[in-house]
């Protein structure tokens, strides 16, 4: 004979619900509870990104993938070809550009790690017939042979001015040393500096 239908709640079902009720609500709590998470780190490639850099006062977009070189970038999608690449390692200083002022090895920067900086390479020198004070002393001075480092020396000569207004020879020393030239024209290059400087207190450019 079948039992009849208990009515109401039973021990069982009762503790059943309660369990489930309170998984529900120490969930809801914890969710509730749990702080935002932070956005978690943007992931990129394979492949190609177009991403934007502020080159010589201009906004770019450039295609790069994550492995490009801010002078592989330069050179290869900017057509900004005056960085040099030499050693392509560091040593020689031929790819320099100023990255929010700083001479930097564009080989050793990766191109997205540019974004959101102020690069300027040496073609941001020129403005048509127009060229740098520094640009036209190192001219006047003779400061190039094969000119192959010229563009790297250009730029780090120009952060050791803007960074030190009239600079001593041992600070140019130290602000070149990471740029070779195996023409070996450091005397003439320092003597560009000096006079650009000189010039600059002069209040006029050095022409
Ligand atoms: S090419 Fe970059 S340091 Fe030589
Ligand atoms: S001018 Fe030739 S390497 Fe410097």
């Known amino acids: 004979m079948s039992q009849p239908e208990k009515r109401g709640v039973s021990r069982r079902s009762f503790l059943k619900g309660s369990a489930v009720a309170g998984i529900a609500?120490?969930?809801l709590s914890a969710a509730t509870a749990r702080p935002s998470a932070p956005p978690g780190p943007q992931t990129f490639g394979p492949g190609e990104h177009e991403i934007t850099l502020r080159i010589n006062g201009a906004e770019r977009k450039v295609k790069v993938e994550t492995r490009t070189t801010l002078l592989d970038a330069l050179r290869d999608r900017c057509d900004l070809?005056?960085?040099k690449k030499i050693c392509d390692r560091g040593a020689c200083g031929g790819c320099?550009?100023?990255v929010d002022?700083?001479?930097v090895n564009s080989c050793?920067?990766?191109a997205m790690d540019a974004i959101g900086h102020d690069v300027r390479t040496v073609e941001g020198l020129a403005d048509g017939a127009q060229t740098h004070p520094l640009v036209d002393n190192f001219v006047q001075c003779d400061a190039l042979q094969c000119g192959?480092?010229?563009p790297g020396m250009v730029m780090s000569s120009l952060a050791c001015l803007e960074k030190r207004g009239?600079?001593?020879v041992e600070q140019m020393r130290d602000d070149l040393s990471g740029n070779l030239c195996r023409c070996g024209t450091y005397g003439r290059v320092m003597e560009a500096i000096q006079k650009t400087a000189g010039a600059a207190d002069n209040g006029g450019g050095g022409r």
Do not use: R
């Open 148 to 150: 192959f480092c010229t």
């Open 81 to 83: 070809t005056g960085a």
């Open 108 to 110: 050793l920067m990766l």
């Open 101 to 103: 002022d700083a001479p």
């Open 96 to 98: 320099t550009v100023l």
């Open 25 to 27: 609500t120490t969930g």
């Open 166 to 168: 009239k600079p001593t």
